[in-house]
């Protein structure tokens, strides 16, 4: 049997988003943010994805009970960590709700309620001696911001991110070591409303107000990245993508060269920019033939190339197969991000080709590109899940599934990759941001809530608990 050495020290754990497992969003002085007025059920969550002017209203009759509700992390913590610690977990990455500290975005001090939450998780976290990651902004900008401002198409947004990362670093400086500015930041341009926090007004202003926006949180990220290695010294700030290798539909040299223009723009302009420090020459030409015009300050530039990240972290789902000249009947016939079904590949329940060989391509795509650690921070597989007469659930898909994941990191260290850690996504189950369903569950304990609002938030063990707990205990030897 392939035995595989993972360094001393490796990460492993689980990672969440404050927005899909807090609930409580009325409390503790919170206000409301994005993830408060995104409608529950799939059908409604696809439709605003690819939606034009949303208007950022809570409708009740969409069902917006999963994320204010989440699954009580709020108030049930302290049993949620005893049973990451149970499991042997090294680090926990978890998002702060920008709007429990700033319920509006834009107020001079924070809110001290807000910032007790978090010094009480902090602190149960440490006394289990697991490391907390923390990503600063997570899908969860504040309602606001976003209606008041515009969202990330503000430069002003800009000012008011660096205000409220200084209170974060100043706060938690002597208990968070490892942080992420921006989630999956070069998701923006396909989903603005989850990463900009706004819903382009039509389609012809898509590309314009994305990358804008995209621009203003590069800068911001350099100055939460330089405001951090001043007020927490030894800090590791990382810049946080959604990676998919793109492969081409066949040997096809237009479908090879279109395949590699597409990785390009979405796995390659943000990690340039976040870790050379500067614009890649090959979005010129993209920009000039989309009428973009990205305004940009004086001092700007010199920033973002002294602001760049400590490492590389990512989420890795799936990967994507694509051709110049799609017919009509492959168009959507590919994954969540785009392309045409991969006739070699099974899919989830959801329609999420499983690749685990293409997680070995991403590490060793973005190794060999930036010579930065990286850190799998997000990996899993959304099922649904049966609980037997016994109470038992036996998720052997979800067994099955990451261990070819974590194999295949395996093979990526022994290939020269240096890879930080794993967080395994959803670790516990949680609210999906894809589908607004809790229904795509992810974790390794279920939570007894369901679609419908019913349930108890009561929690177990599934079979992937113990299993994962021996790859902890073991190093990543015992797959």
């Known amino acids: ?109 924070p809110n001290e309620e807000g910032l007790a939450f978090y010094d009480r998780v902090f602190d149960e976290l440490a006394k289990y001696d697991i490391e907390p990651l923390v990503t600063i902004a997570h899908y969860e900008t504040p309602l606001h911001l976003i209606k008041e401002y515009g969202g990330w198409r503000n430069r002003g947004l800009v000012e008011l991110f660096e205000r409220y990362v200084t209170v974060l670093f100043n706060r938690y400086k002597d208990k968070v070591k490892y942080w992420l500015t921006f989630n999956e930041i070069n998701g923006a341009t396909h989903m603005p409303i989850f990463g900009l926090g706004f819903s382009p007004e039509c389609e012809e202003t898509r590309l314009q107000d994305s990358f804008q926006g995209l621009h203003h949180q590069f800068v911001a990220s350099a100055r939460a990245v330089q405001l951090g290695h001043k007020i927490i010294p030894g800090s590791q700030i990382g810049c946080m993508l959604i990676y998919a290798p793109v492969y081409s539909f066949d040997s096809n040299p237009e479908n090879v060269l279109y395949a590699q223009k597409e990785s390009l723009i979405f796995n390659n302009f943000c990690g340039d920019v976040q870790v050379r420090g500067e614009y890649p020459s090959f979005i010129d030409r993209y920009f000039r033939e989309n009428d973009i015009n990205i305004k940009m300050e004086d001092g700007d530039l010199e920033l973002i190339k002294q602001g760049t990240v400590d490492f590389i972290s990512f989420s890795y789902y799936m990967s994507r197969t694509d051709k110049k000249n799609k017919t009509p009947e492959e168009i959507g016939q590919g994954n969540l991000i785009g392309g045409v079904k991969n006739p070699f590949l099974k899919a989830s329940d959801w329609g999420w080709e499983i690749d685990p060989v293409g997680l070995r391509i991403a590490l060793n795509e973005l190794y060999g590109r930036y010579q930065v650690p990286l850190f799998v921070v997000e990996n899993g597989l959304g099922a649904y899940d049966k609980v037997e007469e016994d109470g038992s659930i036996n998720d052997d898909y979800r067994i099955d599934f990451l261990r070819e994941h974590i194999k295949a990191m395996g093979e990526a260290i022994d290939d020269g990759v240096e890879l930080m850690g794993y967080t395994a996504w959803g670790c516990i189950d949680l609210v999906s941001a894809s589908s607004g369903e809790m229904s795509k569950r992810y974790g390794f304990i279920y939570v007894d809530k369901h679609d419908d609002g019913s349930g108890s938030f009561d929690r177990s063990r599934k079979k992937s608990f113990y299993w994962y707990k021996n790859v902890i205990d073991t190093n990543g030897e015992d797959l």
């Open 1 to 109: 049997m392939r035995e595989y050495k993972f360094p001393k020290g490796f990460l492993w754990g689980g990672a969440t988003a404050a927005n899909q497992l807090e609930g409580a969003y009325q409390e503790g002085g919170k206000g409301l943010n994005l993830a408060d007025v995104l409608p529950g059920g799939k059908d409604n969550r696809i439709k605003l994805l690819s939606s034009t002017g949303f208007d950022f209203e809570i409708d009740e009759s969409k069902y917006t009970y999963p994320n204010h509700e989440g699954i009580d992390f709020y108030h049930r913590y302290k049993e949620d960590i005893a049973l990451f610690a149970e499991m042997g977990f090294k680090t926990f990455r978890l998002s702060i709700a920008w709007s429990r500290i700033f319920p509006n975005g834009d107020e001079l001090e």
